[in-house]
Structure formats: C-alpha cells, structure tokens
C-alpha cells in the first residue's frame, strides 16, 4: 500500500467516527428534547383534567368549572401571598402541573377573612390573574358554602359551644374587631361560650360587616363596604323542642371559607363549593 | 449590526461564523506576525502564568455575592415584612415598582393573550435594566439555579478529569427548538407549560415560600448535570437564557476580547458556560485587534478571572469605561 491509500484510509476512518459521533449526538439530543418536552407536557394533565379545582383568592379569573384563564395569566409570583394578613394564602406545588406556583386558599386551615378590608391581594397582582374589577369583599366570588353534614351541626341539635372552636393547637387565625382591629389573632386564643353554636354566622366576614354598617360604622368608614345581601342566617328549624336552628346560606355568600374554618365538628358540617358561585344559585 | 447577527446566530445555535483570514484587519495579521516572530516557548509562558498567580476570584466573588444578596433580599423582605424586594423573582416589587421577568411576562402573554398595566411596566422596566446591565447578566448574577449548577458544574468537572464519566454535549440549536415549543405551547394550550419545569421559578419560589416536592425535579437536573451532560440545563434547554440574551445582544455592556497579549491557549474557553462565544480567542479566529464577544456571553467574568495576559475586559460599549 502506498503512503497516499494510507492516508486516505485514515481520512476515512476518521470522518467515519466523526459522523458516528455526529450520529450519536443528534439521537440523544432528540431523546433529550422528546423527555423534557414529554415530562413539561404532563404538566397539562392536571389542568385538562379539572381535577385541581380549588379556592381561589378574591378576585381570581375564573369560572366555577373553568380555572384556564386563572392559571394562565398567574406569573406564580406569590406577591398575594406575602400581603395577606392572616396567611390564607398558599402555593401550588409540581404535582399539579401548569397550576404550578399558582395561589390557592386551605379553608379548612386558614380562610380569607378579608381583615385587610381592601383586598390586598388583588392589589398586589401584577398580571391581572387577581382581577381589578372588584373592589370590595361583598364582590368576590369564590365559591358558595353549603351545609354538607347537617347531622354534625351542632345549631341542628340545639346545643351550645363552649371552648376553642378548634381546640389548643389550631394555628389559623381571625380578625376579632372588639380585640385588635389591626392585628387578627389565633383561634386558639379566643374561647368562646355559646347558648347556641352559632359561629358560622358570627364569624362571617358578610355578616360582621353587615352589622357593622346596620350600626353606622362601616369598616374603614367607608359606606361602599357595606355589604348589599346577607351570606348566612340561623333560622329556627320548626317544632323543634330543644329550640334548634339551621344555618341557611344566602345570596351575599362569596365563599371565603370562614365558617367552614371555625366550624367546631371534624370534619367540618359547612363547607365551600368551589364549583357554585351565588349568582348562579 | 454584525454584533447583533452575530449574537443571535450563536442564541440559537449556530457555531460562531468562521471568516477566512484575507479578511482579517492588518493589524490583526501585524500581531500574528509579531507573535511568530517572539515565540514564546513553554517554560516562558509556565513563568508568565506563574507570575500572573492562580486564576482571580474577584469577579466571581462579586458575582455570588450579588446572585446571594438578590436572593436573600426577597427572603428577608417576606420573612421580616420590610417590603424592599416583594414577591419572586418570576414577578417582584422592588420598593414598590412593578418588575417582572421577561420571560415569564412572555409566557403569560402568550398564554392569556392579554397584557395588564402593572405588567406592562414591570416588563419594560426590566427590559431597560437588562439592556444596560447586559441581558444575560441574569442569567450568572441572579439566577439561584445558576449558583446549584455551577457547583454541579464543579463535581462534574472533577468526576471527567478522573476518568469516572463522560461529558455527553448535546446540539445547542436544541434550545431554540425548546424556545419554539415553549412559546407555541403557551399560546396554543393556554397554559404557562414551561412555568411546570422551570427550574428558575422553583427554586426562587422554593427559597421563598419554603420547599415543595418540585424540589425533587430540580435535584434530578442537577443530576444529570454531574453525571451527563456539563450544564445542561442552561447551555440546551432553558429559554429564559435565550429571552434575556436577544435583549444583551443590544445592550452596552460586554466582554472585549483583545489579540495582542493572547497565547491562545484556551484557558477561558475550558472554564466558560457557553465556550463556543469564546471561539474567537482559537488562533486565527479574530479579525480585528478588539472583539466584542457575544450576547449569549453571560458576563459572568469567569474568562476574565482565569486570563493569564488580562485579554479578556469588562467593557461599557460607547462609554469608553473601562472596569
């Protein structure tokens, strides 16, 4: 062989390996970008699945069924987080993909008592996914409670409460007005001694404001606060010897989830429906 | 002009454009000549560089300190309520003005189809900083993933120089398919898909309001980080790079790369990011004495740091300033 066939041979040889090399990379880069492409697509599972509806903050763009809009235009910025004042707020995690990042409410743990009275959240919205068009808590629209255990209802049985509505180690909190107008304090710092259990309508936000105005002072002085239906009433459930009431849920019930927060029976006798909206009852 | 080609060639992909070298200036070839006529043998340049001492960390000092003191400035201002730096770094509020990403901005608009006021400003506001402060700057100087993957990076490098692994580099026009996909996503399904995987907001997220499960996907990135593929997420897939590079492409702020000192030995090449902005430090490459290296460059200073000869400057284009 001569030096020429040599060198060709090896020439060859190496823009062989070189191809081969070539060839190798394209296929993983394929692969890689079929994975990660694949695994960001899961994240639509969840959504398409409407199987992550939840309580959202005031304001939030959606529909009792649809969250497309909402979770769209959310930055996942947790700015309506960090202004909340009593830490209703909390964010999504991975395992519900797109809603990744997005705000949602714990009612149960901590509901929106909306104590800031100016609705802080939206405020702090950069994108809109907190609407503007409300004002005022009476505007929200979050979801509508609705009395899921009748049995545990403790107003149904005529009795009373005394104590912790959630017992010593619950850590929500509220907004108790006679206590401390700027800061909302522990649950668990608050006893209570009742005749009759009447916190789902005591503790409503609809309802103190309600008060508040029937007695000429609206929160913040502002009139615009007052708000125009009652979200909840107790009334008597007829022939009942032990003097019962039943707590029936009005048009003015935005479904901030208070009452379902204090609600003293485990699990709760009055909780949100996040897939009903009062303008639709 | 050619600058801003040039930049968004190397973003999405393409290897740096190769001239040949009837086109380099004459005092480009003066230098060359001048270095073949003073060779430099290797004991002389093994002085040199000893005499330079080991590579500086000062810009890389300065580096983590700021990415660490933006970082903790949104913890702090959540955690003790003192309202400087609020929310994360997808979308914040900086003493009250709006701010946002610019590519989470992109995501939600192409997602909702809708841009509100707040958001508006937030983005231009951003745009502005980033033109002056050099797009990708983001990425090296703010980006908390960018400080775990450079640690990553580190064990990586280790574990190649032992033998125990291999480096398995991907084709870098990938990312700009990934950038497609992205944005098409968003806008097709009306979801923020990418905002799913995005290992930026997690971690900003996660620092902030606590550690969440989505941590595990980003402890499986840096995974294949150390074990595959050396910064894999930022060199081939993570869009925000390339959001914030086309804005560098037009910003003042850059690295010069100068001929005359260089022994090409390509010591800032091995420890760069994106090496392949680098390329025209390759002997032969550069056409003229200075050369402004690319937007997908993330000024991160490392090249400047470890640069035995100081041919690799900070520079403020226009200003005439040198840092």
């Not at chain 2, 000092?61 to 700021?66: C, E, F, L, S, Y």
């Not at chain 2, 980080?225 to 959001?243: K, L, Q």
Request: glycine letters at 8%; a neutral charge; charged letters at 20%.
């Amino acid at each position: 062989m001569s030096d020429k066939t040599v060198g060709k041979v090896k020439k060859t040889k190496s823009a062989g390996r070189k191809r081969e090399q070539e060839r190798r990379q394209f296929l993983r880069t394929a692969a890689m970008a079929v994975g990660v492409t694949g695994f960001s697509l899961l994240g639509l599972v969840p959504a398409l699945r409407g199987d992550v509806l939840r309580l959202r903050p005031p304001g939030a763009l959606k529909t009792p069924h649809d969250e497309q809009e909402f979770l769209a235009s959310c930055i996942k910025c947790g700015q309506c987080v960090q202004v909340c004042p009593v830490e209703a707020i909390v964010l999504e995690d991975i395992m519900n993909g797109v809603g990744i990042g997005t705000p949602y409410i714990d009612a149960r743990e901590q509901a929106c008592d909306f104590s800031c009275d100016g609705l802080q959240c939206v405020l702090a919205c950069p994108t809109g996914a907190l609407t503007h068009d409300l004002n005022y808590p009476a505007d929200s629209r979050m979801g509508f409670a609705e009395l899921s255990r009748p049995k545990a209802c403790l107003a149904i049985q005529g009795e009373g409460f005394k104590g912790l509505a959630r017992g010593p180690d619950y850590k929500g909190k509220l907004r108790y007005d006679e206590i401390d107008r700027w800061n909302p304090i522990s649950v668990s710092e608050h006893p209570y001694d009742l005749e009759l259990c009447d916190l789902c309508v005591r503790q409503c936000p609809i309802e103190i404001r309600i008060a508040q105005c029937a007695e000429g002072k609206p929160p913040s002085g502002d009139q615009n606060q007052c708000p125009p239906q009652h979200a909840i009433a107790l009334e008597p459930v007829p022939d009942s010897p032990v003097g019962a009431m039943i707590p029936v849920i009005k048009e003015g019930c935005v479904g901030c989830g208070v009452c379902e927060m204090i609600c003293p029976p485990e699990p709760p006798a009055i909780v949100i429906n996040i897939e009903k909206f009062t303008d639709m009852a | 002009m050619s600058y801003i080609i040039e930049s968004l060639k190397q973003l999405f992909g393409s290897a740096p454009t190769r001239h040949s070298k009837e086109t380099m200036s004459v005092e480009v070839k003066e230098v060359h000549l001048h270095k073949r006529q003073n060779p430099m043998s290797k004991e002389v340049f093994a002085q040199l560089k000893e005499e330079h001492g080991p590579a500086s960390t000062k810009w890389r000092n300065r580096r983590w300190a700021t990415l660490i003191a933006i970082n903790l400035l949104f913890v702090v201002s959540y955690y003790f309520d003192v309202q400087i730096l609020e929310g994360a770094l997808t979308a914040s509020r900086f003493v009250g003005f709006h701010m946002a990403d610019l590519n989470s901005a992109l995501q939600v608009t192409l997602a909702f189809k809708h841009m509100v006021l707040n958001l508006v400003i937030g983005t231009v506001t951003v745009f502005i900083l980033w033109v002056l402060l050099g797009g990708r700057t983001f990425c090296s100087w703010v980006c908390p993933y960018h400080l775990l993957s450079e640690l990553a990076e580190k064990i990586h490098v280790k574990l190649v120089e032992k033998k125990l692994i291999k480096n398995h580099p991907f084709d870098r026009r990938v990312r700009s398919v990934f950038y497609v996909i992205f944005a098409l996503l968003a806008l097709v399904s009306g979801y923020t898909v990418f905002e799913t995987i995005s290992v930026t907001g997690i971690v900003s997220r996660a620092l902030i309001y606590g550690p969440g499960v989505a941590l595990v996907w980003v402890g499986l990135v840096l995974l294949f980080e150390v074990f595959y593929s050396r910064r894999a997420w930022c060199r081939y897939v993570c869009p925000i790079g390339i959001t914030y590079g086309v804005v560098g492409s037009v910003s003042p702020l850059r690295v010069k790369y100068n001929i005359k000192d260089c022994h090409h030995e390509g010591d800032c090449r091995a420890v760069c990011l994106v090496p392949h902005v680098l390329d025209v430090t390759i002997k032969g490459r550069a056409q003229d004495v200075d050369v402004d290296i690319s937007a997908d460059c993330t000024r991160c200073g490392m090249c400047i740091d470890i640069c035995p000869t100081d041919s690799l400057k900070f520079e403020l284009k226009g200003l005439g300033k040198h840092l």
